[in-house]
């Protein structure tokens, strides 16, 4: 959907997202605490990154970010003129300090946010997500390139899987990426 040379992963986490993407991943380190650190974050962007990839609550480590930290991911964000990804695909696995989160896609408009049915109501077989975000990024970023399918008057789209199945779209994904 958005290729892109550059995608930025906290380390540690999984990449399959941005090679999905064709990116190339580079990564940030989050050690020893699994915190986002501005300098780290400043350190590993170059003029060919086009992605910050965040994913709170965080496979592997469980990280939950702060408020403060996702403040900062925007603040370079908007600095630098980049999208963020935000997979949220684990946010109904948080168990303290009551229901009230921060999600990336309310502080920055140039967020994609990445759900999921799969975590939240085990059903993993199922594999069923969602992206949501700007219309200009996401319909008017995908009409060209896939074919789309757009009930009338929904907000919502469905595009149809490049390769005619999830099979061919995968591994045409991991030839591209190797
Ligand atoms: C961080 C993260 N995002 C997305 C996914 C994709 O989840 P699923 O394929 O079950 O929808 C996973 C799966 O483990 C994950 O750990």
Do not use: C
């Not at 380190?29 to 965080?58: G, H, W």
């Not at 990280?63 to 963020?84: F, G, H, P, Y």
């Not at 896939?146 to 929904?154: E, L, Q, R, S």
């Amino acid at each position: 959907m958005f290729l892109s040379d550059r995608v930025m992963h906290m380390r540690p986490s999984g990449v399959t997202g941005g090679l999905l993407l064709g990116g190339k991943p580079v990564f940030m380190d989050t050690y020893p605490d699994f915190s986002l650190k501005e300098e780290a974050l400043r350190s590993v962007i170059t003029d060919k990154t086009k992605i910050i990839l965040v994913n709170s609550p965080n496979n592997p480590t469980g990280m939950v970010n702060s408020k403060e930290e996702l403040d900062m991911v925007v603040r370079v964000a908007k600095e630098k003129n980049l999208l963020v990804f935000s997979d949220d695909i684990y946010d109904k696995f948080v168990y303290e300090n009551g229901t009230e989160r921060t999600y990336l896609g309310q502080l920055y408009d140039k967020t994609i946010t990445f759900g999921g049915f799969s975590k939240t109501w085990g059903m993993t077989g199922w594999r069923i997500g969602y992206v949501a975000g700007p219309k200009d990024l996401i319909h008017e970023g995908l009409k060209d390139k896939y074919h789309v399918v757009k009930p009338d008057g929904a907000y919502f789209i469905f595009p149809e899987v490049p390769g005619g199945n999830g099979d061919k779209f995968v591994e045409k994904a991991w030839q591209g990426a190797k």
